[in-house]
């Protein structure tokens, strides 16, 4: 299951990167911003003409590892007059084409994915820049509190 809601996650987590970055005002950010969305759009064009200019190949390949697994040879069921060695081969075909496009999903949704992150990142930096960094770090923000009971008392005995 977590297979199938991966490539969804990956797809929800880049529009909401895309959109916090298009808030971004700065003419360096927005630059930077569409420098990143042409790289990946342009990885996303070369992966689809790879996967449709390979895909016969790549089907052919996949059919023919299914049916080694099932101690077949693929090449042999094919040429089979028997209609069960038929079915058997439009099985495993249909096994392979399967494969081959869950293959392809995968890779665009872990392109969608390192999109998000360079995205993000780039937010994280343009909010840091206006804000200060963040105190995520669970160490300051205890200390940030010692300060502040420290100052506290201190104000107390004056």
Known sequence: ???????????????????????????????????ITKQFDKERKTQARKFDRDKSTRLWMAARKFAKDRGEDFDRLRKRKNPSSNAKARRIARMAKRAVAQDHDRRMSQIDLREAKQLNALVETARDRVNGPQSSQPQKRLTDQRDVQVCANFNRTR
């Open 1 to 35: 299951m977590n297979n199938l809601l991966s490539p969804l996650e990956h797809e929800l987590a880049l529009m909401d990167a895309r959109a916090q970055s298009a808030k971004l005002t700065r003419p360096v950010d927005v630059e930077k911003r569409e420098e």
